[in-house]
């Protein structure tokens, strides 16, 4: 039968109950499908104009380079951002110490390893109020580069990417914070760190060239925010950001500068300690001036709980990597012992499914019960991830205390479950057991932990942002192996054994990792990589060195070929990872 052209869907497709997708050409009009592929022809010529802006004629004009907006537009109550339903955007910037004078608008790319921070003028901040910010110019360029008002942009480029730096943050609440008065917004501070790592994660495209802008505004608006204590969660947050950024630069002692400064603000906001109720523990109630605000709803007080363990993860992985003690402390001490309940999803906080914890030490808790958990939010994506960061640096602490007047860890006695807790101090002594004891206990520990992880096969069908921490949830836990095991390769064969098939999980678990999935991996398991090859490159020079003939390399040669095949993805991201890539090449090329 013909269509008889009835609007808006013909006979037939109603018959057939597809009204919803009748559509047809009447020469009278344009089809949604036409209309469809009108609008996305418009969005990617915008995406071509955005991306090369030098090759293309704009579509709209955005930004006037000899008109600086104020960061808060007087033409809004709410702020320099209009509503998502509006495209006109103001200047982004926080504000600024620097003062403004003629601007030339030099556009070249400059990396962030060879520009140094502009040296910021103490007695401009004093004139500077977060309450007035409406007032207070913005930051029209850096060394003579100006930014077109991209904000809006910037947020998107960053939220799919927010859990590579360890923020867990509620999007609809970030979004909307755009419009609202400046008292309400989310301090300069956390959003120029965002549009930072927008920048960074873009630094192929034209994007990139606005990098050192931002990160000198994000650096600029530190010392304001930490006027206001309603304002220390963007405090936190933005210094870890600030130092994954410099360390997976390679960037190492900026870096842990930023790591120390966030660990040293969330003890002394007491997030390590918040209650059932959501409010910080206060021990004495004499001085309340480092309280926060209660929390106003359930998403706030989980933002709290998921802040604090993007410290605690910060600091304990990095830690390692920096080869210094964590900062963090963790003691039976009642004003350093975490009693944070472990974290959940933000959705879980927003639907009230929720888990308060008892009070009672988290990671001792977990350490006691030999890497296992009597909690169900001790079972989420985001808390398997603080469990595999404690391992990790629990392992390399307790490996590099050993001394050689200990007996051989490899000869280590049955578990028990007591051996455990003094590895919870930041300073643990192990004086209540033997080194073997608590080495084999340890041990125990990290393979009950994986034993609790997803398995490698069913990781695939995770969505995606479970898939990419459970990848980090594995290298992790592999990596603990590897720290556990690696000092006492050379002179002990079990330990060196167990390194080998650690190192070979972890490579195991790379083979689940899609090209796609590099552009949103942690930087943490460049490290985890490294560890591993590290661990092949001893067992290729012993295998080459044995005596009186070499033996197969071969096997290990195409392990750390691997290897070196996902650690030259992930460098071309990370600067620090391809630093680990050119050691990983010259050992095999025998240099």
Not at 320 to 336: G, I, K
Not at 385 to 393: D, P, Q, W
Request: proline share 7%; glycine share 6%.
């Amino acid at each position: 039968m013909r269509c008889d052209g009835v609007k808006p869907a013909c006979a037939q497709c109603v018959r057939a109950k597809k009204g919803d997708a009748c559509e047809y050409d009447d020469g009278k009009g344009k089809t949604r499908t036409q209309i469809m592929r009108e609008h996305i022809a418009r969005l990617e010529m915008r995406i071509r104009e955005l991306e090369n802006p030098e090759q293309s004629a704009p579509s709209m004009t955005l930004f006037d380079p000899h008109a600086l907006s104020p960061y808060y537009s007087e033409s809004s109550s709410s702020s320099s951002y209009d509503s998502p339903g509006k495209l006109s955007y103001s200047t982004s910037a926080s504000p600024t110490p620097f003062p403004l004078g003629e601007q030339d608008h030099h556009h070249s790319m400059i990396s962030p390893l060879t520009v140094s921070t502009p040296e910021i003028d103490p007695a401009a901040w004093e004139s500077l109020s977060f309450a007035n910010l409406a007032s207070v110019p913005a930051v029209g360029s850096f060394n003579g580069m100006e930014a077109p008002p991209l904000d809006h942009i910037l947020l998107e480029i960053f939220i799919p990417h927010r859990h590579q730096c360890g923020l867990d943050i509620h999007v609809g609440r970030l979004r909307d914070s755009l419009g609202l008065s400046p008292e309400e917004q989310h301090h300069p501070v956390l959003m120029n760190a965002i549009y930072l790592w927008a920048c960074y994660l873009s630094r192929s495209g034209s994007l990139g060239q606005y990098e050192q802008l931002y990160l000198s505004r994000t650096l600029a608006a530190l010392s304001d925010a930490m006027q206001y204590m309603s304002k220390a969660l963007d405090l936190i947050r933005a210094c870890c950001m600030l130092s994954v950024y410099y360390l997976s630069n390679g960037r190492l002692l900026e870096g842990s500068y930023y790591s120390a400064a966030a660990c040293t603000l969330a003890v002394q906001c007491r997030l390590h300690q918040i209650s059932p109720e959501g409010r910080s523990m206060n021990l004495d109630g004499w001085d309340a001036s480092f309280e926060l605000p209660p929390p106003k709803d359930n998403v706030e007080r989980g933002e709290r709980i998921s802040t604090f363990w993007q410290v605690f993860n910060l600091d304990r992985c990095w830690s390692v990597v920096l080869r210094r003690p964590a900062t963090l402390p963790e003691s039976d001490h009642p004003m350093a012992s975490i009693t944070t309940p472990w974290p959940q999803r933000i959705a879980d906080y927003e639907n009230e499914d929720l888990d308060f914890g008892s009070g009672s030490p988290t990671i001792r808790g977990f350490f006691v019960q030999q890497g296992q958990s009597n909690s169900l939010s001790g079972f989420s994506t985001a808390a398997l991830r603080v469990k595999a960061s404690a391992l990790y640096e629990g392992a390399n602490r307790l490996s590099s205390s050993w001394s050689p007047r200990e007996s051989c860890p490899a000869l280590s006695s049955r578990p028990q479950a007591s051996i455990l807790i003094p590895l919870c101090h930041r300073t643990g002594s192990l004086a209540s057991g033997s080194f073997s004891e608590n080495f084999g206990a340890f041990e125990h520990s990290i393979m009950r932990f994986i034993t609790t992880l997803l398995p490698l096969h069913q990781i695939g069908g995770a969505i995606p942002e479970d898939k990419y921490a459970l990848i980090v949830i594995h290298s992790l836990a592999h990596a603990s192996m590897i720290r556990l095991h690696a000092p006492f390769m050379r002179d002990d064969g079990v330990s060196r054994e167990k390194a080998i098939r650690a190192a070979r999980s972890l490579i195991h678990v790379t083979k689940l990792i899609s090209d796609a999935d590099f552009e949103f991996l942690d930087p943490v398991i460049g490290p985890c990589w490294a560890s591993a090859a590290k661990v092949l490159e001893s067992e290729l020079n012993r295998l080459q060195s044995s005596w009186p003939d070499p033996l197969n390399t071969m096997e290990v040669r195409g392990d750390l070929e691997a290897l070196l095949y996902v650690m030259t993805k992930l460098g071309a991201k990370f600067p620090l990872i391809a630093y680990h890539c050119a050691k990983v090449q010259s050992c095999l090329d025998g240099e």
